[in-house]
């Protein structure tokens, strides 16, 4: 019966996933959303983007994204504020400087 109890649970784990509903203005607004939130890594997880981390953390990049967008921030700008803020690791793709 424990065996079965654990064997459920392990199968529920997947259904802890990310979910989270912001209301748009805007459907361009939601795609880049989309896109940053792929890109940006989350500071705890490591190997993990903000949109795939159930972390605090990623949580609270999800929501100040959402904000920043909303509030008519261009991606750039968006990428510039999370690396000032927590470095050039929260971006996958970092920056090459000579």
């Avoid at 989309?34 to 500071?43: D, G, N, T, V």
């Amino acid at each position: 019966m424990i065996r079965l109890m654990s064997l459920l649970m392990l199968l529920a784990m997947p259904a802890l996933a990310v979910i989270e509903t912001y209301q748009f203005s805007d459907p361009a607004l939601e795609k880049r959303y989309q896109a940053l939130s792929e890109e940006l890594r989350c500071p705890k997880c490591q190997n993990q983007n903000i949109a795939d981390s159930n972390a605090p953390i990623s949580q609270d990049l999800r929501r100040l994204l959402y904000e920043q967008l909303e509030a008519g921030a261009s991606d750039d700008e968006i990428r510039q504020y999370m690396v000032d803020r927590y470095g050039e690791f929260v971006r996958y793709r970092p920056s090459i400087s000579g």
